[in-house]
């Protein structure tokens, strides 16, 4: 394999830190957790990527290792409360709305709508609708057939859509 | 076709995601139906709105600072492999046993012995996920 290369790793990060943290923030809806989960990310990447044609991993990899550390994250918590039957009532933490750099009323309101959806679907449409990953990428990164990708964005765009509108921001 | 069809093709439309031959019957559909044209339009305008609203996030210096920070990887000779990996067995059972022992003895029923890995780039690892989910790694990184 490649040998160490320091350059490479500062280009993947100048090519994918931005969206990497966006998308685990959007993912998780929490920034301490995204900051961490985001170097965990790094980490990975640093340690072991296939190099594509130029040096780098592809994005799909990229955004496959990001959802792993998002995996591994809801998985602990898992076995977190079931080790403690006494977290289990407590409900996931909100999403603080003071925490974003863009306080348009448009991002607030589809902040809180992307709540309302499962994670499945809002992983699919963060990478679709905001990263710009074609279907056949964030198909490779979520592990889940293309066909799949394109329902799970239609059903996710009508829900923020039907959501919006009930905040009185329809397009 | 139906409007509820043509709907969910006109998602992948807007994405650049159709085929020659889903998007000629869309077009055949859109041709006689102007509900499905308004929402098209909707749909394009939509999609640039949100992703405006949604796609301006720059990382914050001191998460950029603790990312490059991250260790280069250490690779290893072929030959010293086997030695390497034998030293992180000695260590891994040096540093399992003492806290399995005490969760065995305390019942401890999230014990999960195949999370306790090592990583012997040193330095600093972060936060758990990288402990809990890294697997040895001897130098196959691009970088
Ligand atoms: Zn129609």
């Known amino acids: 394999m490649a040998q160490v290369r320091d350059d490479g790793f500062a280009r993947l990060v100048e090519r994918d830190l931005d969206r990497v943290h966006r998308f685990l923030h959007g993912l998780l809806r929490d920034e301490d957790l995204a900051r961490d989960l985001t170097h965990d990310t790094f980490l990975r990447l640093r340690r072991s990527a296939p190099a594509g044609d130029d040096g780098l991993p592809t994005a799909a990899y990229v955004f496959a290792c990001a959802r792993h550390a998002a995996v591994d994250h809801w998985r602990r918590l898992r076995t977190r409360r079931d080790a403690a039957p006494h977290l289990a009532a407590d409900p ?40 710009g990953l074609r279907y056949a990428e964030i198909a490779e990164a979520l592990g889940i057939p293309p066909g799949t990708v394109a329902s799970r964005k239609h059903h996710a765009v009508q829900d923020l859509r039907r959501e919006l509108e009930r905040m009185g921001h329809a397009l | 076709m139906r409007c509820e069809d043509a709907r969910e093709l006109l998602t992948a439309r807007v994405d650049g995601e159709l085929d020659g031959v889903q998007a000629d019957a869309l077009a055949t559909h859109l041709d006689g139906c102007a509900a499905c044209r308004a929402e098209s339009a909707r749909r394009t305008r939509e999609r640039s709105a949100w992703r405006e609203a949604l796609a301006g996030d720059h990382t914050p210096d001191d998460l950029r600072r603790r990312v490059l920070a991250a260790p280069v990887p250490v690779a290893l000779p072929l030959l010293l492999r086997p030695l390497a990996w034998a030293a992180a067995a000695v260590l891994a059972v040096l540093l399992i046993a003492p806290p399995l022992l005490q969760r065995l003895g305390d019942g401890d029923a999230t014990l999960r012995p195949a999370a306790v890995t090592l990583v012997l780039d040193g330095g600093d690892v972060g936060p758990a996920t990288a402990l809990a989910t890294e697997t040895l790694n001897l130098g196959d990184s691009p970088f």
């Open chain 1, 92 to 131: 996931a933490p909100p999403t603080p709305t003071d925490a974003p750099l863009h306080t348009t009323e448009l991002r607030e309101a589809l902040d809180r709508a992307l709540g309302l959806l499962d994670e499945e679907h809002r992983a699919v449409f963060l990478l679709s609708e905001v990263e």
